[in-house]
C-alpha cells in the first residue's frame, strides 16, 4: 500500500472490474469524490434506466459539504479501472479522478491493495476474478457471484488455491434500516415466527436481496422453498427447520429500490420499509476498506454459498412450479425438486 506521510494510514489502492452497473458509479465516487462538473449518469451503457442515481449522488453532495465530511468513505482510493465499455470507464476516472483506464481486468490487478469486481453478468465474474485472485488479493466479487453454485464454488476455490480473501453478496447486509429493525425485534419477547420481504425486480437478479434479508432475522437453515408467480410478481416461501417460515416477493415491474420487512411473534411484530440505499451503499464501501487493509472477509465462503444455494432452489421452483428441496451444502447433492403437489404452473 502507498505510503501516506503526516500519521495517516496508508491508501489502500483499489482497482474496480466492470462499470455495466450502478455500483462501479457509487462506489468510485464514496472512495475518490465525483467532480461537480461531471454530470452523474441517468443511464448505464446498456441504455438502461437507472433512477437510484438520483439518490446516492444527491447523498454523496450532501456528505460532501459537511463540515467533516466522510468522504472519502476510508483509507482508500480507486486508482485503476475497466470496463467493456472504455467509454463509460473513461467517464468514471474523469469524474472520480482515477489514474489509469486499463485495457483489461489483468491490467487492473497490476498494481492495486485489493479489487471490486462489479460487471453485471454473473457468467463473466470468474474471468473477470482471474487475475485478482491467482495475485492473492483481496477481492469483493458483486452479487449475483456466479450463474451456478458449482460456478461459486470454483470461484471460491481458486481463491483458497492462491490464498486471495474472497466475499460477495448484498450490500443489505449492512444496511443501516434493517439492522435497527433487527436490533428492536431481539428485544421483543418470544422469537420470530414469519419474516414477509418484498424487493424490486426479478429472483435471478435480486433474488439475493431478498435471501440475505431472511438471513440477517431467521438464519440461512431453509429446508425447502415453494413459489408461485403472477404478472410482474414473483413470490418465494422459505420453509425453516424448527418451523419458521419466510415470504419473499420480488416485483418485476418496480425498478425503484424499495424494500420492506415486516417479522411478526406471537404478541408483536415490527415492520421497515425504506427507499434509499445510498446509506447502504457507503456502509458497504467502509466495510469494504476495512476488508482491503485487513485481508479478513466480512462474509464467510460457505455462508454466501449457502445463500446461493437457495436463491437457486428459488429458481429452480419458479421454473417447475414445485416445491424444492434444499440439501445440506456439505453433501453437494445439488437441488432436488419433492413430489409435491404443483404451486403454479409454469412454460
Known amino acids: 500500500m502507498t505510503d501516506v506521510r503526516g500519521g ?9 472490474v466492470g462499470t455495466d452497473n450502478s455500483h462501479a458509479y457509487v462506489y468510485a465516487a464514496y472512495l475518490n469524490g465525483w467532480a461537480e462538473a461531471e454530470p452523474v449518469p441517468t ?15 444527491a447523498l454523496h453532495g450532501r456528505l460532501r459539504n459537511a463540515v467533516d465530511p466522510p468522504i472519502p468513505a476510508g483509507s482508500a482510493r480507486v486508482t485503476a479501472i475497466w470496463s467493456a465499455d472504455r467509454d463509460d470507464a473513461e467517464r468514471v476516472a474523469r469524474a472520480c479522478g482515477i489514474d489509469e483506464v486499463c485495457a483489461s481486468p489483468h491490467e487492473v490487478c497490476e498494481d492495486v491493495d485489493a479489487v471490486m469486481v462489479l ?8 474471468d473477470h476474478a482471474r487475475a485478482a485472485l491467482e495475485r492473492g488479493l483481496p477481492t469483493y466479487i458483486d452479487k449475483p457471484l456466479a450463474e451456478s453454485l458449482r460456478a461459486g464454488r470454483l470461484i471460491f476455490d481458486l481463491a483458497a488455491k492462491h490464498g486471495a480473501p474472497c466475499y460477495t453478496g448484498s450490500s443489505l447486509r449492512w444496511s443501516p434500516e434493517l439492522l435497527a429493525a433487527r436490533d428492536a425485534v431481539r428485544r421483543e419477547p418470544g422469537p420470530i415466527r414469519t419474516v414477509s420481504i418484498h424487493c424490486p425486480l426479478s429472483i435471478g437478479l435480486y433474488g439475493i436481496h431478498g435471501v440475505e434479508m431472511a438471513n440477517l432475522f431467521l438464519g440461512s437453515a431453509v429446508e425447502a422453498v415453494q413459489s408461485l408467480s403472477a404478472p410482474g410478481r414473483q413470490i418465494t416461501l422459505l420453509e425453516y427447520a424448527g418451523g419458521t417460515s419466510a415470504l419473499i416477493e420480488n416485483l418485476e415491474f418496480l425498478p425503484w429500490p424499495t424494500y420492506g420487512l415486516v417479522a ?11 427507499h434509499d440505499p445510498s446509506r447502504t451503499s457507503l456502509e ?9 487493509h485487513d485481508r479478513i472477509p466480512p462474509v464467510a465462503g460457505e455462508e454466501s454459498l449457502r445463500l446461493i444455494q437457495i436463491v437457486e432452489a428459488m429458481m429452480a421452483s419458479h421454473r417447475t412450479g414445485r416445491r424444492v428441496l434444499v440439501q445440506p451444502l456439505e453433501s453437494d447433492a445439488g437441488l432436488e425438486p419433492t413430489t409435491g403437489g404443483t404451486v403454479n404452473s409454469h412454460d
Open 264 to 274: 411478526n411473534g406471537e404478541t408483536w411484530h415490527h415492520s421497515t420499509t425504506f
Open 8 to 16: 495517516k494510514p496508508d491508501i489502500a489502492r483499489i482497482g474496480i
Open 119 to 126: 460487471s453485471k453478468d454473473p457468467g463473466t465474474h470468474l
Open 284 to 292: 458497504f464501501v467502509r466495510r469494504f476498506v476495512e476488508f482491503a
Open 43 to 57: 443511464r448505464l451503457p446498456d441504455g438502461a434506466a437507472v433512477p437510484d442515481m438520483y439518490l446516492w449522488a
